[in-house]
């Protein structure tokens, strides 16, 4: 068995990250999940928060992704993302903009489609404020 696992990120506009990694965790949408060299098969949904990677026994490297989906096999974890931001760059006063207006949005809502994307926006919102340094 490797001693490393390929991780990818990927966003709608960029490659956000590719390496081989020790770990990879990933907030599952049941849970985070911890991706090991040698992972059995698994495709699932991302949820809003933090995925850290982990490098000789430490994480080396978090970014803040707003949800999506991981596929994982023996050798690689794939993740795909709607957005991804390292969190040493999020910006707390931006963030509680975003929570402000998703408050608003939710509140205005006309209809369920409407109050849907409201709530999801919410929940993105309430994640990068929680993952803010």
């Given at each position: 068995?490797?001693?490393?696992?390929?991780?990818?990120?990927?966003?709608?506009?960029?490659?956000?990250?590719?390496?081989?990694?020790?770990?990879?965790?990933?907030?599952?949408?049941?849970?985070?999940?911890?991706v090991l060299p040698g992972?059995?098969?698994?495709?699932?949904?991302?949820?809003?928060?933090v995925i850290d990677i982990?490098?000789?026994?430490?994480?080396?490297?978090?970014?803040?992704?707003?949800?999506?989906?991981?596929?994982?096999?023996?050798?690689?974890?794939?993740?795909?993302?709607?957005?991804?931001?390292?969190?040493?760059?999020i910006d707390k006063a931006?963030?509680?903009?975003?929570?402000?207006?998703?408050?608003?949005?939710?509140?205005?809502?006309?209809?369920?489609?409407?109050?849907?994307?409201?709530?999801?926006?919410?929940?993105?919102?309430?994640?990068?404020?929680?993952?803010?340094?």
């Amino acid at each position: 068995m490797a001693d490393t696992i390929q991780f990818d990120l990927v966003s709608p506009t960029k490659l956000v990250a590719s390496q081989a990694v020790d770990m990879v965790v990933v907030p599952g949408g049941e849970g985070d999940l911890g991706v090991l060299p040698g992972h059995s098969l698994l495709i699932g949904t991302v949820r809003p928060g933090v995925i850290d990677i982990h490098e000789g026994g430490k994480v080396t490297n978090s970014i803040f992704v707003a949800g999506g989906f991981v596929e994982v096999n023996p050798e690689t974890c794939t993740v795909l993302v709607e957005e991804a931001t390292p969190v040493a760059d999020i910006d707390k006063a931006a963030a509680s903009q975003r929570l402000q207006d998703a408050q608003k949005a939710l509140a205005d809502a006309a209809d369920a489609k409407a109050k849907a994307a409201a709530e999801s926006e919410l929940k993105v919102a309430e994640a990068m404020i929680s993952a803010a340094p």
